[in-house]
C-alpha cells in the first residue's frame, strides 16, 4: 500500500471540512475527490502533500507517518495546485529545466523540447509564460508530469483552463502513469474519462 489515510480531521476556522477520513491508495489507483466549492478538496490535498497539518489522524506514505519522511516526503510526489507554479521571467524551456532540477529526474529522461512538443507548445521554448493564453500556462504546468519520475502525484483540478484535446491529452499521460504502476489523487469538477476498479471516488459533503 503507498498511501494510507486514518481518522483524518480537518477544521478551517470554526468549520469541520471532514471528520474520520479514511482511504486507502495502491500503486495503478487514481482517487478522484469531489465535492462542491468550498468542501475542503484543496485542504484535504494539501493535508496529504504535509502542507498543513491535520486536526488529528494520520497520513502514512509507505508505512510511515509522512512527518517522519521529512524534506525527503517532498520527493516522494509531483505536486500540481490551483497555482502553475511557474515562473513568468524564466522561459518556457528554462521552467521545464527549473521542474527537472525539483523533482527526481525520469530515466532515461526526455529532451525538454520533446517535452514541450508533446503538451502542445512546440515553438514556444524560447517565450516567456507571461505572454501565453491560461490554457497554455496550465499545459506548461503539466509538464512537470513528464519530468518526474516520482510514484504519487496530487493533483488540484489540473484540467482548469484546458480546452478539450488538452483535457484528452491529460488523460492520456494519467493513464499511461496509471499503467506503469503509478497512482494520482487529484480534485476535479469535471467528469474524467477513466473508468474500472483502479478508478475511486471521495465526495466531500461538507
Ligand atoms: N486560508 C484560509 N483561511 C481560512 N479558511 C480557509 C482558507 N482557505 C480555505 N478556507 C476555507 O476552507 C474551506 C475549504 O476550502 P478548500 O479550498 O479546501 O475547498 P475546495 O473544496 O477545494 O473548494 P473549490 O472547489 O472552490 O476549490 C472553505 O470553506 C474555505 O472558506
Given at each position: 500500500?503507498?498511501l494510507?489515510v486514518?481518522g483524518?480531521?480537518?477544521?478551517?476556522?470554526?468549520?469541520?471540512?471532514?471528520?474520520?477520513?479514511?482511504?486507502?491508495?495502491?500503486?495503478?489507483?487514481?482517487?478522484?475527490?469531489?465535492?462542491?466549492?468550498?468542501?475542503g478538496?484543496?485542504?484535504?490535498?494539501?493535508?496529504?502533500?504535509?502542507?498543513?497539518?491535520?486536526?488529528?489522524?494520520?497520513?502514512?506514505w509507505q508505512q510511515q507517518?509522512?512527518?517522519?519522511?521529512?524534506?525527503e516526503?517532498?520527493?516522494?510526489?509531483?505536486?500540481?495546485?490551483?497555482?502553475?507554479?511557474?515562473?513568468?521571467?524564466?522561459?518556457?524551456?528554462?521552467n521545464?529545466q527549473?521542474?527537472?532540477?525539483?523533482?527526481?529526474?525520469?530515466s532515461?529522461s526526455?529532451p525538454?523540447?520533446?517535452?514541450l512538443?508533446?503538451?502542445?507548445?512546440?515553438?514556444?521554448?524560447?517565450?516567456f509564460?507571461?505572454?501565453?493564453?491560461?490554457g497554455?500556462?496550465?499545459?506548461?504546468?503539466?509538464?512537470r508530469?513528464?519530468?518526474?519520475s516520482a510514484?504519487l502525484w496530487?493533483?488540484?483540478?489540473p484540467q482548469?483552463?484546458?480546452?478539450?484535446?488538452?483535457?484528452?491529452?491529460f488523460?492520456?499521460?494519467?493513464?499511461?502513469?496509471?499503467?506503469?504502476?503509478?497512482?494520482a489523487?487529484?480534485?476535479?469538477?469535471?467528469?474524467?474519462?477513466?473508468q474500472?476498479?483502479h478508478?475511486?471516488?471521495?465526495?466531500?459533503?461538507?
Amino acid at each position: 500500500m503507498l498511501l494510507e489515510v486514518a481518522g483524518l480531521h480537518c477544521t478551517r476556522g470554526y468549520r469541520s471540512l471532514f471528520r474520520d477520513l479514511a482511504f486507502t491508495l495502491e500503486a495503478g489507483q487514481l482517487l478522484l475527490v469531489e465535492g462542491r466549492n468550498g468542501s475542503g478538496k484543496t485542504t484535504l490535498l494539501k493535508t496529504l502533500a504535509g502542507l498543513r497539518e491535520a486536526d488529528a489522524g494520520q497520513v502514512l506514505w509507505q508505512q510511515q507517518p509522512i512527518a517522519a519522511w521529512g524534506a525527503e516526503y517532498r520527493q516522494q510526489f509531483v505536486w500540481l495546485g490551483h497555482s502553475n507554479g511557474i515562473k513568468e521571467d524564466l522561459t518556457a524551456l528554462e521552467n521545464l529545466q527549473m521542474m527537472q532540477a525539483l523533482s527526481p529526474p525520469r530515466s532515461p529522461s526526455s529532451p525538454l523540447k520533446y517535452v514541450l512538443e508533446q503538451m502542445g507548445l512546440a515553438g514556444n521554448g524560447n517565450r516567456f509564460p507571461r505572454h501565453f493564453s491560461a490554457g497554455m500556462k496550465r499545459r506548461l504546468a503539466l509538464s512537470r508530469l513528464l519530468l518526474s519520475s516520482a510514484k504519487l502525484w496530487i493533483l488540484d483540478e489540473p484540467q482548469a483552463a484546458l480546452d478539450k484535446a488538452g483535457i484528452q491529452l491529460f488523460e492520456s499521460i494519467l493513464s499511461e502513469h496509471l499503467q506503469q504502476g503509478g497512482s494520482a489523487i487529484m480534485t476535479s469538477h469535471h467528469d474524467v474519462g477513466l473508468q474500472g476498479s483502479h478508478v475511486q471516488r471521495l465526495v466531500l459533503a461538507a
